[in-house]
């Protein structure tokens, strides 16, 4: 089975802090990407990547940047925290273009 | 720009009824469509996929959706509902360019 594995489950950070949220996924997937869900909202593309060091902006990239150094990984930061940016964020992989994307539990960032 | 949307925000519906959650997209091209199916503190779980071929697909769990270029739909429904199918519903578009787009989802409550 696919496994997408985000670092923690549940954050509380302070505003202006750096926030740093991993994502790994074990089945050399080519494209990645990380969504906010927040109610009634559904889910909005932050940022995508299909590939190594390659990556493009989302809906809704504005406060956010990414990282990705190596395939299985794809980091998503948040270079100064704000209030606004509380939110439920999803990482999901897929292997290649139109394949579906299988998804991570979710990290629940409270910033405060 | 691909888009979806799914007009319903709730619905409810009596367990052993028959289920059909509406989804809309807008894109230019043929799209590459799914369903996806996120149970409370749950990930999301892929339900169905439209990729080509026939516009009428099977999915897990007996569901099933439609694809309908002339009204770009793409209907899920579901013969006789169970407790077991109360969550939240997101339909998705994967166009060009690797992006994959989400809509606002349709929470689906099950009376029994």
């Known amino acids: 089975d696919v496994k997408v594995t985000q670092s923690s489950r549940y954050l509380v950070k302070r505003t202006g802090e750096k926030v740093f949220l991993e994502c790994v996924q074990d089945?050399?997937?080519?494209?990645m990407f990380w969504y906010r869900q927040d109610p009634g909202l559904g889910l909005r593309l932050i940022y995508f990547?299909?590939?190594?060091?390659?990556?493009e902006k989302g809906d809704i990239p504005e406060g956010y940047s990414v990282s990705r150094e190596k395939k299985e990984r794809f980091s998503l930061i948040l270079e100064s925290a704000s209030t606004n940016q509380t939110s439920m964020y999803l990482c999901?992989?897929?292997?290649?273009?139109?394949?579906?994307?299988?998804f991570g539990q979710g990290t629940r960032l409270t910033v405060v | 720009a691909q888009s979806v949307t799914q007009p319903d925000i709730h619905i409810t519906v009596s367990e052993g009824a028959s289920l059909e959650l509406r989804c809309n997209y807008s894109?230019?091209?043929?799209?590459?469509l799914f369903w996806y199916v996120q149970s409370p503190g749950q990930g999301l779980q892929l339900l169905l996929k439209?990729?080509?071929?026939?516009?009428l697909v099977q999915g897990i769990k007996g569901f099933e959706a439609e694809f309908k270029r002339s009204q770009s739909s793409f209907n899920l429904r579901k013969p006789s509902v169970h407790w077991s199918d109360a969550a939240e519903y997101f339909c998705?578009?994967?166009?060009?360019?690797?992006?994959?787009?989400f809509g606002t989802g349709t929470q689906l409550k099950v009376e029994l």
């Open positions: 999901a992989s897929s292997s290649k273009l139109y394949t579906e994307a299988f």
């Open positions: 089945m050399d997937h080519e494209n």
């Open positions: 990547s299909y590939d190594v060091k390659m990556k």
């Open positions: 894109y230019g091209a043929t799209p590459y």
């Open positions: 439209y990729f080509s071929g026939d516009t």
């Open positions: 998705a578009v994967a166009g060009g360019g690797n992006k994959l787009t």
